[in-house]
């Protein structure tokens, strides 16, 4: 499915269960343990993800361990994005050298709970969903706009390693399946030092919400 919200150059693997078998390194069934199973199987199946998109660089295996504010450390030259949720494990990586962010988060379809939406946008990003709601009502959108918000996050994230707040960022999604994302920069970003916008797309289906956020180098 991800696939689609993909430019050329940024490869992609994704699961719906957790069937295949893939074998940690030491360093990640090390980080597993004591963990619960649903961890542990949400964590190995999102690795074999991984190093099956970096197979497609023609990168070999390697233990993908967090980092710094939990992002993953993907090897030198590589960019990518880890996801799952209930039903979808997902990878993306590239070339840094064609890619600068990447950033990608799946969410299960249907509304936000309760109070979470007041607290995740602007008055003038719940106008923009109730208009969309209005010309298609199928659409989870509220959902849509919480996935763009930290698919944002983690291209934004392993650039800066600043935090961003929900509201420190207005997403404008179109029904044609792309948003835009603009940051406003939070206090340590020099003035004109990080291109506050970002695009991304986004697919709903199958009881699944995708997005992805992608930034070229140069
Ligand atoms: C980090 C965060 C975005 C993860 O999203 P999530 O829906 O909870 O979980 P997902 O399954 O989609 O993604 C988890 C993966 O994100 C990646 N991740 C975690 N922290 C990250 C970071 N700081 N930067 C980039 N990627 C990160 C990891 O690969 C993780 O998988 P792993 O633990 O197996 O390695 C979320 O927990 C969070 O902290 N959000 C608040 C910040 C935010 O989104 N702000 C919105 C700005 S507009």
């Known amino acids: 499915m991800i696939e689609v919200l993909l430019p050329a150059g940024v490869s992609s693997s994704e699961a719906f269960d957790d069937e295949a078998p893939v074998v940690l390194f030491e360093a990640e069934a090390v980080l597993m343990e ?8 949400q964590f ?13 660089l023609g990168r070999p295996p390697v233990a993908l ?6 992002a993953p450390q993907w090897p030198v030259g590589v960019v990518g994005s880890l ?20 950033g990608i988060d799946a969410e299960p379809a249907g509304p936000l709970p309760r109070g979470v939406l007041g607290l995740i946008t602007s008055e003038a990003e719940r106008a ?9 009502a199928s659409v989870p959108w509220e959902r849509v706009l919480f996935s763009a918000k930290e698919a944002l996050y983690k291209a934004w994230y392993p650039a800066t390693g600043l935090w961003l707040g929900f509201r420190d960022a207005t997403v404008s999604l179109s029904a044609a399946g792309t ?22 797309r986004w697919l ?3 009881g699944l919400v ?5 930034r070229g180098a140069g």
């Open 204 to 206: 709903a289906g199958s």
């Open 128 to 136: 923009e969903l109730a208009a969309l709601a209005a010309v298609d």
């Open 83 to 102: 996801t799952h949720c209930d039903g979808y494990r997902g990878a993306v990586v590239a070339e840094a050298g064609a890619v600068a962010a990447l």
């Open 65 to 70: 361990l967090p980092g710094r504010g939990g």
């Open 34 to 41: 004591g963990r619960r199973a649903r961890r542990r199987r």
């Open 210 to 214: 995708l997005t992805a956020v992608v």
């Open 179 to 200: 948003f835009t994302a603009t940051v406003c920069p939070p206090a340590g970003v020099p003035a004109g030092g990080v291109d506050p916008v970002y695009g991304g």
């Open 44 to 56: 190995a199946t999102v690795r074999g993800c991984a190093r099956a998109a970096l197979a497609e």
